[in-house]
């Protein structure tokens, strides 16, 4: 294998050859491309100065429309005047004309109350209606509502397609309607402003770049600065519509038998465009593209030597060297240490590597230490989801009962592994964070995941686990009968409360078992236990699933139903309670049977309840039902 430095070395200056060549073909390429985004960026900023134009003809037109629009109106409303001061003149055509002459308007008609028109300049017009054509359409609302003064937009008449704008009102005394018709010279003058061909013409004639303006559909040139040009199809000139829609940033075409680069760009209804000629484009581009390369290519050269020089001085020293020392770290020497300061990367490596060992050192001394003072199953295991097997400590294999084939297959494959802990977790043990039940045995799982390495710990809780199962027995249930005692019956009450709306309609019942004194005085305690135990049978088996059962102490027990939907459905419960009240009975010994007596009261909730008050509400009607039964 060849010394890192002589390979550098070699493929430093291939690279810098390959580099020098590269350059030759970025700079022509560069040098290209900036001329077309320089010839690109000029058409756009042309293009911008003809919206612009357009944008301020736009202005212009609008006014004018306006004042236009405006002027129609007055027109309307002096006729009006006229008319209603001199009521005459509406018999006289020629008067008419004459008012029209001096108003400086082309038509007037005049309309009675139902729309139809009854005098005016044009007798043609006599007797037409609002219902004669579109544009009369447009003034038909003025016959519900007298207070509208419409301007119709310009457009052509309905008897001679002739462009007209027209306005009208009622008269003052609304008596009839004036209607006018003015013809929009000074409008299509601004308008024709607006056509491309006319701003065109006041483009600088250039024999090198001329400007087109083509209609979207039809590929005709409607505007261009090359005259000859106008009303010809693109086509005749070398353009199609294909190019000029599809290649919005600029495309090579022969155009008027010239080799030229074309920028288009849609706008309205048409597209425009600079034609600018090859030779004009590329006129500096072999003159600038030889300085630049002669200047890239002595930067390139000496560049690759400095960066070669650096790269063996201050890179593959200090890599040979950190390379020796890991090399004695692999071997056992945990003693040694690194320390390069040649740069920032490597002190930090050095430190890093450092710390590693460190780490590594403190990481081993603390594990055996663990490890030899538990007493417990410790299982360790550990897998990187770039790697297929998975690395287990002896123990893991006993934690989870794998058999030897077992083992092996697990170990071979980390997905394996993944969907039987996937497996395991799907039984945890409620009540205990990451503890997981296998067949007999309860497991606790710790997992730490770092971007795909995963470091797990198993360990076999099972001792402890029973050992609190077995206390929180003894805890929370009475050992005579296996009911809640008082304190279990208020940790499940406290859950329900807590989540009303679950445990819906329920009912709170307190039950004093009935003549156990007489039992024990007569019988024994043996027989009074006998008593009780099947008293609480009867009560733990009332109603499965909507029901528990609690023995508070004594003779004194507790019956919770919850989960009724209605308080008829509880109300049945209560009912089936009574029955058992009145017909059960107890066997105390293989000769011995006597009526399973008791007494209860009940307190009816919906949602959340105080468990104390509902107890001393339903131990009062308890009292009073065990006085009734006395009596």
Known sequence: ??????????????????????????????QLDDTHQQAYNDAIMTFQQIEQVLEQNNAELAETKEEYSQTCLYNAQAIAYLIQAKPSVLDSVDELRRIAVFMEVDEIHIFDKTGRIFAGTHPEYFDYTFDSGEQMMFFKPMLTDKSLKLVQDITPNTAEEKLMQYSALWSADESFIVQVGMSPVNVMKVTQKNELSYIFSLFRVN????????DRRSGEIVGSTDLDCVHKNIEAIGLNLNDIAGQPKGFHATVNGR??????????????????????????????TIVLFSCLVISAVVLMRAVTRYMNRYVVDDIYCINQKLHAIAAGNLDEVI?????????????????????LLDNNRKMSYVLSKTNMYIGVYEYNEQMLPVRFTEYVPQILGLTPEKTEQLSGDYRTFQEFLTRLRSQ?????????????????IEELNESGNIFGVLIDVTENTLKRLKIEQERDYDSLTGLYNRRG???????????????CVSAL?????????????????KEGDAYLTQLASLLGTFAPGHSIAARLGGDEFVLFL??????????????????????????????????????????????????????????????KNKKSRKS
């Open 1 to 30: 294998m060849k010394p890192l430095k002589k390979i550098i070395s070699r493929y430093m200056n291939l690279v810098t050859l390959i580099l020098i060549s590269f350059l030759t073909i970025v700079i022509v390429y560069v």
């Open 207 to 214: 024999t090198e770049a001329s400007y087109y303006a083509i």
């Open 259 to 288: 080799n030229s680069f074309c920028v288009f760009k849609s706008f309205d209804s048409n597209y425009i465009g600079r034609v600018l000629t090859d030779r004009a484009l590329y006129e500096w581009v072999i003159m600038n």
């Open 339 to 359: 320390d390069i300061q040649s740069s920032t990367e490597f002190s930090q490596l050095s430190s890093d590597i450092n710390r590693m060992k460190k780490s």
């Open 428 to 444: 945890p043990f409620a009540n205990e964070t990451n503890v997981f039940k296998l067949n007999e045995h309860y497991i606790k």
């Open 489 to 503: 019956l208020e940790n499940f009450l406290a859950a329900c409360f807590h989540k009303p709306e679950k445990y």
């Open 509 to 525: 019942v307190m039950i004093d078992a009935d003549n156990l004194k007489v039992i024990n005085d007569t019988y024994g305690h």
């Open 562 to 623: 919850y989960q009724y939907q209605t308080k008829t459905a509880l109300s049945g419960a209560v009912i089936a309670l009574e029955d058992l009240q009145n017909s059960s009975r107890a066997r105390l010994n293989d000769d011995l049977e006597v009526p399973l007596s008791f007494s209860f009261g009940y307190c009816l909730t919906e949602g959340h309840a105080d468990y104390h008050t509902l107890l001393k509400e339903a131990d009062e009607k308890m009292y």
